[in-house]
């Protein structure tokens, strides 16, 4: 589908949320009062139907030349649990699970020096081979910006030749917040908020849909977040190929923040508030693995529509201490959205509506 084609969900007749009410409605509002607001525009969109995909995580390298200080999955080369998985190990993998019905398979690694370009051709074409029906949705503008440096490649060049090797969509990760004080003090090598907003506008140009994402709950604000939030919807106004938001709540284990996390008010919060100001983003995830599942279940409630998937098998979340199982089954899934009292619908990577087989 092209990224363009995507459904302007902003309600007529509504005047969209700015900076100064957004503030002032999470000063003043009850936790009741925000889910309600979120749960009604949730519901007019997709009334009680929840989204989940069939999916599979693939991590292709930990080894990273960034070290961001939230992040508990980069290794130097030399460090121990340092890995790089070879072409034929990403074969292997993703055969090891040919015989499931996987819609989608979700992949990206850190941000290795040794790995060639044709390496991620490579890649794309082995899984695009292997799995021709199943939505790739891999690699972030973290990794795109990298490749176009290193090769001097223009972003629109990488992300063409990936398109034609089989990439469907790009992940929402490396956002992290866009305030450059805070990049500064989070992931001062990273790319700026404003490259990685340049790369998802490029991809949606190329009708590359994307995800975005924030990551909150640890040493931002709330007018952090709001302008992190009117930026995404700035962008997605001009071009409309944003799909989904998902709010990343911090995991603070393993890394060197020293900061807590957020709890759950603050993630059903989030949610809520991503909902209300997103008028013109799709869908908003509740991400189970970072969340645990109990909170994503409230989540339904707070404005969020998707659940993401069985993914299998999750690991910066739990290299950064989330409890959660790395992988759930279907029917657990279909079982948790039931039982916080929606319907499950199962989606592709473009979230439309896939028959089991
Ligand atoms: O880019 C790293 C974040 C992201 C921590 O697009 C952390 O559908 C919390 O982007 N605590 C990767 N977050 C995950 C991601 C994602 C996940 C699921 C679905 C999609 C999608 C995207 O995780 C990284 C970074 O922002 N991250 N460390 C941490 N300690
Ligand atoms: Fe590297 Fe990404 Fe971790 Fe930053 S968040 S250190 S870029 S793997």
Redesign the pocket.
């Known amino acids: 589908m092209n990224s363009l084609d995507q459904p302007k969900i902003g309600q007529p007749g509504n005047e969209r949320i700015n900076r100064v009410q957004a503030m002032e409605l999470i000063k003043k509002s009850t936790i009741h009062d925000l889910g309600q607001m979120a749960n009604n525009i949730r519901t007019s969109l997709y009334n009680n139907q929840t989204f989940f995909v069939y999916n599979q995580h693939l991590n292709f390298t930990n080894v990273c030349a960034n070290a961001?200080r939230?992040?508990?999955?980069s290794k130097r080369p030399e460090q121990e649990g340092a890995y790089t998985l070879s072409i034929d190990q990403i074969r292997e993998a993703v055969i090891s699970r040919l015989d499931e019905p996987v819609d989608e398979i979700?992949i990206?690694g850190g941000l290795n020096p040794e790995l060639e370009y044709d390496y991620y051709l490579e890649l794309l074409e082995t899984v695009r081979g292997l799995r021709p029906r199943a939505g790739i949705?891999a690699f972030?503008a973290v990794e795109i910006a990298f490749l176009s440096d290193k090769y001097g490649f223009s972003h629109e060049r990488v992300l063409s030749d990936f398109a034609r090797a089989g990439l469907d969509a790009l992940?929402?990760?490396?956002?992290?917040v866009f305030s450059p004080l805070l990049r500064q003090k989070l992931c001062p090598e990273k790319i700026s908020g404003k490259r990685w907003l340049e790369i998802h506008q490029t991809a949606h140009i190329l009708s590359i849909p994307t995800?975005c994402?924030l990551?909150f709950g640890h040493i931002e604000t709330w007018e952090d977040r709001v302008e992190h939030l009117l930026a995404l919807r700035e962008l997605q106004d001009k071009t409309g190929g944003f799909l989904?938001f998902?709010p990343?709540?911090?995991?603070p284990g393993n890394?060197e923040l020293g900061v807590r996390g957020p709890d759950g008010l603050d993630f059903v919060r989030m949610l809520a508030m991503s909902r209300i100001i997103l008028d013109n983003i799709p869908h908003i995830?509740a991400?189970w693995a970072?969340s645990g599942i109990k909170a994503a279940q409230m989540g339904l409630w707070y404005g969020a529509d998707d659940f993401?998937g069985t993914i299998v098998e999750e690991k910066?979340?739990h290299a950064?201490g989330a409890d959660t199982p790395t992988g759930l089954t279907i029917s657990q899934l279909e079982d948790y959205i039931r039982s916080a009292g929606f319907e499950p619908i199962r989606r592709n990577s473009l979230f439309q509506p896939v028959q089991p087989l």
Do not use: S, W
């Open positions: 961001c939230f992040c508990a999955f979700h990206v949705k972030t992940p929402g990760g490396g956002a992290e995800n994402t990551l989904c998902i990343l709540p911090y995991q890394n995830k991400y970072f993401d910066i979340g950064a």
